[in-house]
């Protein structure tokens, strides 16, 4: 078993910036491919950053490119996301995930593609 744990989470203003971290530990592998969900109140979860094993491919979707950045330290087991220009729709519970290789998708952005998830932080953005 996998298990992960983010910190990081807080109240920030609009514009502001916050660095949620993900530890990994148990049975970890850095063949995983890691990635950061949210969810806001009465939505699904959506996929907002993923990273490969390496580290050397990441993948986001239109809404928070350009403003977060995923990074992994395999050395350390860990997963950063760093998120800048926070808006108030950017408030959601933000999970960590990691995926078990399979097939040719490098970053998968698929929540069913990841198998292992932490138990999320809470992310405000006031406006």
């Known amino acids: 078993q996998v298990q992960l744990v983010e910190s990081g989470g807080g109240l920030v203003q609009t514009g502001g910036s916050l660095r949620l971290s993900c530890a990994a530990s148990?049975?970890?592998?850095?063949?995983?491919?890691m990635g950061w969900f949210r969810q806001a109140p009465g939505k699904e979860r959506e996929f907002v950053a993923g990273?490969?094993?390496?580290?050397?491919?990441?993948y986001y979707p239109d809404s928070v490119k350009g403003r977060f950045t995923i990074s992994r330290d395999n050395a350390k087991k860990m997963v950063y996301l760093q998120m800048n220009s926070l808006k108030p729709e950017d408030t959601a519970v933000y999970y960590c995930?990691?995926?078990?290789?399979?097939?040719?998708?490098?970053?998968?952005?698929?929540?069913?593609?990841?198998?292992?998830w932490g138990q999320g932080t809470q992310v405000t953005v006031s406006s």
């Open positions: 990273i490969s094993w390496s580290g050397g491919t990441t």
């Open positions: 995930a990691a995926a078990v290789p399979r097939g040719r998708t490098v970053v998968p952005s698929s929540e069913s593609a990841y198998d292992y």
């Open positions: 148990g049975r970890t592998s850095s063949s995983y491919a």
